[in-house]
């Protein structure tokens, strides 16, 4: 998932230098070559010199890390950050930098770091963002005059928990306050910031709610370095969807010096997802801040002639993902009327680590490899994700997702990413009833399905008992999902004696019947035969879903002895399951079909339908 962090709000840089004195040149930089042409093993290679110094994102959290601790009292002092945190903010300038396709060399001004931590601090006392604060009491004047000094040259932060997330913060830019302009965006991408610095500290010393500031004005870096006709966010060629939400605002900010931004009112965008031929028109008629939205922003926030459009109903991005811009109504500064048309691709930047399962039961001692969708290559990129525990001493976990239970308790095992985190996995440790274990023959396919989520922590025990038809449901519901994915219910279940998304799920998907049009009996056992029926529907929509055939069409079964006792609803399941090595006889050749299915031998036969098919 995409991680959401605590309560935020953010205020671009307030003052706009007004004028952009660029003059493009043959050498130097050029944007729209770069972006363009790289690859995504490129753009993860560069990831790793400017990944962000932790995978977590806790690691600002603690008055550790400043050289000199923020004082609240009399007298007041801002405080150092130690060197360390503030280039993890750098890093993160220069990787999205990077990513625009510009220098991504930009420094510390060190000089500026006073003026950064008063602002973030006077915000901070003050309890809320502004490039004018009002004197807290207790500051004294000198650094009062710092404070609003870096106030209102800042973009400024709260509520995001580090440096490198705060930069990340100001590229979205997206909410309602700051759609009509991504100033904080524009800022950090202007092509001729050179430096920056920034400040951090908590309100009132508290640790818990962080305040920031980043300096956002300078102009230090020579206009022939970059060569530009407009920079993009995200940018033309491969983009990593980390570092942009799929209801984020898309910017083109054009280079006044080339495109006239005196004729800005038939400017007009189209966007084009490839993969299904969507497309959305833009134009000055779209101003819904929270949906579909467009506008033209000439103020002086980095590059003064900004394009700003965001599609609606967009969820989220699949991989290799490629829209297509295309800008109509600009005019050269010639007067020409001329057009931009570019492509970005979304691709996943990281691996992210996929739990099948939300919780597990687990005892002292026993051990369990989660399902983690993560592979060797991920694992050897360097870039894989981080498992961790909340309570290692009760439940540790290490690299390869393999969790080890220690004692009774609980915890939570997590896999951070970066930008993202996984949902996590709940772990109970509970001493087991030593009469209530899973059959030896069984051990290893329930480990696996536990580990899949087939088990789940309310049916993870009296392992020998019949299986109810309520338990067998979500459980056939799980593999569908683990193979086919997930989907959500669109219709009212039609059982009057259960009301259960996941069962009205697994009967919108033909997995499942009722034992009548309004019945469901959820706590009625499951038979052999009915579980054959079941599995052999289940195999047939996995078939279609995958576009695979099942082997064991060709595979000759002798008849059971009690084949007469076997129902006709049910008697082709039941030899097809036999075929596909489901389910077998159980001596004398014989089928059983009234027998009842238990726990474990329900966990045993979906594991291995499930492992058909991985």
Not at 101 to 106: A, I
Not at 239 to 258: G, I, M, Y
Not at 344 to 349: A, K, R
Not at 424 to 430: L, M, T
């Amino acid at each position: 998932m995409k991680f959401k962090f605590r309560v935020l709000g953010i205020v671009s840089a307030a003052l706009l230098l007004t004028g952009f004195p660029s003059r493009t040149s043959a050498s130097g930089q050029n944007v729209q070559d770069i972006s363009a042409s790289r690859s995504p093993q490129e753009i993860r290679e560069v990831f790793k010199q400017f990944r962000p110094m932790s995978q977590s994102f806790d690691y600002m959290e603690s008055m550790d890390i400043f050289e000199a601790a923020p004082q609240f009292g009399t007298p007041m002092d801002a405080g150092k950050l130690k060197q360390v945190y503030i280039e993890d903010g750098l890093k993160a300038v220069n990787f999205v930098r990077y990513l625009a396709g510009l220098p991504s060399d930009v420094e510390a001004d060190w000089s500026l770091a006073p003026q950064e931590q008063a602002a973030a601090m006077a915000n901070a006392l003050n309890g809320g963002l502004s490039h004018y604060p009002s004197q807290p009491a207790g500051m004294d004047d000198a650094l009062f005059r710092l404070a609003a000094d870096g106030a209102k040259s800042s973009n400024l932060y709260a509520g995001n928990p580090t440096l490198y997330s705060n930069v990340t913060g100001y590229m979205s830019d997206s909410d309602t306050s700051n759609i009509d302009r991504v100033g904080h965006r524009r800022w950090i991408i202007n092509p001729q910031m050179k430096k920056t610095m920034f400040g951090f500290t908590f309100k009132n010393g508290d640790n818990i709610y962080p305040y920031g500031a980043m300096y956002a004005f300078n102009r230090e870096r020579s206009a022939s370095e970059v060569q530009y006709d407009y920079v993009s966010w995200p940018s033309a060629g491969y983009f990593p969807q980390e570092l942009f939400a799929p209801d984020d605002a898309w910017s083109v900010s054009l280079n006044p010096d080339k495109y006239d931004n005196t004729r800005t009112g038939q400017i007009s965008v189209n966007l084009t997802r490839i993969r299904d031929g969507r497309s959305w028109s833009f134009s000055a008629q779209d101003t819904n801040k929270s949906g579909k939205y467009f506008n033209v922003e000439k103020s002086g926030y980095g590059i003064p002639f900004c394009i700003i459009f965001r599609p609606d109903g967009i969820s989220a991005f699949e991989d290799e993902d490629t829209f297509k811009v295309d800008i109509r109504g600009i005019y050269s500064k010639g007067g020409a009327e001329t057009a931009i048309s570019f492509e970005t691709t979304m691709f996943d930047l990281l691996a992210q680590a996929s739990f099948r399962t939300e919780s597990i039961q687990l005892i002292p001692g026993e051990q369990l490899q989660l399902y983690t969708g993560i592979n060797q290559a991920d694992k050897e990129s360097g870039l894989a994700p981080q498992f961790t525990s909340s309570n290692p001493e009760v439940a540790a976990v290490d690299q390869d997702g393999t969790i080890t239970a220690k004692r009774s308790g609980s915890a939570t095992i997590s896999a951070n990413q970066y930008f993202n985190a996984s949902e996590p996995v709940y772990v109970s440790v509970k001493t087991a009833d030593p009469k209530d274990r899973v059959s030896a023959w069984a051990q290893d396919a329930y480990s696996k399905a536990k580990a899949n989520g087939i088990v789940a922590m309310s049916s993870d025990s009296k392992y020998q008992t019949p299986v109810n038809r309520y338990t067998f449901a979500k459980e056939a519901l799980k593999v569908y999902e683990n193979i086919a994915g997930k989907v959500s219910s669109t219709t009212a279940s039609p059982f009057k004696d259960i009301q259960d998304s996941r069962i009205t799920l697994a009967y919108e998907l033909n997995l499942i019947k009722g034992t009548s049009a309004t019945a469901f009996s959820p706590w009625k056992t499951v038979t052999r035969q009915e579980a054959a029926t079941m599995l052999s529907k289940l195999v047939q929509i996995l078939d279609e879903r995958t576009q695979t055939a099942s082997s064991g069409a060709g595979v000759s079964v002798t008849p059971f002895k009690d084949d007469s006792g076997i129902a006709s609803w049910a008697k082709d399941a039941v030899y097809a399951s036999v075929r596909l090595g489901l389910l077998n006889g159980i001596g004398n050749n014989k089928f059983q079909p009234l027998d009842n299915l238990t726990l474990e031998q329900s966990y045993v036969i979906l594991q291995n339908l499930l492992d058909r098919y991985e």
